[in-house]
Structures are given as C-alpha cells and as structure tokens.
C-alpha cells in the first residue's frame, strides 16, 4: 500500500513568489495535517482537515492556506514567501481526526 | 513558549544497553502522547503511544513510560541497536479541541556499534 505521497519533493522560490505543495494521503484516510519544520525544531502544526473541512490551523499568518479535495488529497499554499519560509513541509494523515498520524518525506522549501 | 520539551539534544549509548530519551510538558490538558523516529529525508514514523488513563505502553523493545504528575514521559529502547540511530521527537495532543500535536525539539540518538 502507498504511504502519504508529497509533491515536489524540493522547491526553490524566491522571495514574495507564491508556492503551493501537494499530497496524497494513505488510501481510506480521511483527515490530512500539514507541518512546518525548521532546521533543529520539531515539527509545528499548520493545519488539519478532516472530511474536506478546515479543523483546526496554527498560528501562522493568513499568507498560509490550504484545502481537502473530494479524493481527500490536499494542497497547502504560501503566498508572498519569506526567507523565514524556508523549511521541510510535511503532510500527515490519519484515519480520523484525532488518531496517529502517518508522515510523507516531505517537501524541503528553499526561498532565495 | 515550548510546551513540549526534549532537553537533550543529543545521546549517544552503546549497543545491546538501554537508551532512555525523555520529554517533558507543561500543558495539563495533554492526555495523549506519540513518540515518531526521524531519519534523514524520511518524513517522521510513528513509534508507539499512550494515554494518560495508562502509565506504561510496552511495544517489542520499546516502552514508554508516562507520570502525568510530573508531566514527564520516557522512551525505553532495550537493546539498542544501530538502526536505532535516529532523531527522537515526542508529540502530545488532548483528546478534544483541535486535535493537532504539538512536538518537541527532537533528540539525536546515535547507538555506537
């Protein structure tokens, strides 16, 4: 069975350019979080949804947003990037809102 | 303000002998906790769990150990082994709410062969 699937896996941008990252989630999950990791930190919460609906969202800035498709598949965008937006991007996804979450490898962001 | 806290960045242990790696929180409405291991350009795998209804979860060669009235949990990993060289990073959730973890810095642990 595929695990959760990330794309791209590595993305240059520079800075005010808008990017936007996708993943699959394990078949049969519904609920997908997205996590932003900077270099010697764990991982931070941006956003979870579940059945296609926002359930919850970090405290990042509104330049963030993302959304669940009918296929339960996710996108997360960033708008107006920041240096400070350099990070590996990591999307989860559970079976439920509120079980274990299974992690993709990511997609490392570098801004310019 | 890090509610979660691993304070050892780093550990380093010998293989066959015990490895304790610890994490500390501050939240007493935490009542869920996941330990997830790293390795490098892999995304974080899920570990093993407990709740606060339980102090001790036992899976193979790991066990966690949780004292809620200290918030402070413990992984155990008896024996080590080198394939257990990874970054550690604890996680706690409550039941309710938002429903998003919230994670620690992570530990370094490096089992020597």
Known sequence: ?112 | DQQVKQNSPSLSVQEGRISILNCDYTNSMFDYFLWYKKYPAEGPTFLISISSIKDKNEDGRFTVFLNKSAKHLSLHIVPSQPGDSAVYFCAASPTSGTYKYIFGTGTRLKVLA
């Open chain 1, 1 to 112: 069975d595929a695990g959760v699937t990330q794309s791209p896996t590595h993305l240059i941008k520079t800075r005010g350019q808008h990017v936007t990252l996708r993943c699959s989630p394990i078949s049969g999950h519904k609920s997908v979080s997205w996590y932003q990791q900077v270099l010697g930190q764990g991982p931070q919460f941006i956003f979870q949804y579940y059945e296609k609906e926002e359930r919850g969202r970090g405290n990042f800035p509104d330049r963030f947003s993302a959304r669940q498709f009918p296929n339960y598949s996710s996108e997360l965008n960033v708008n107006a990037l920041l240096l400070g937006d350099s990070a590996l991007y990591l999307c989860a996804s559970s079976l439920g809102a509120n079980e274990k979450l299974f992690f993709g490898s990511g997609t490392q962001l570098s801004v310019l």
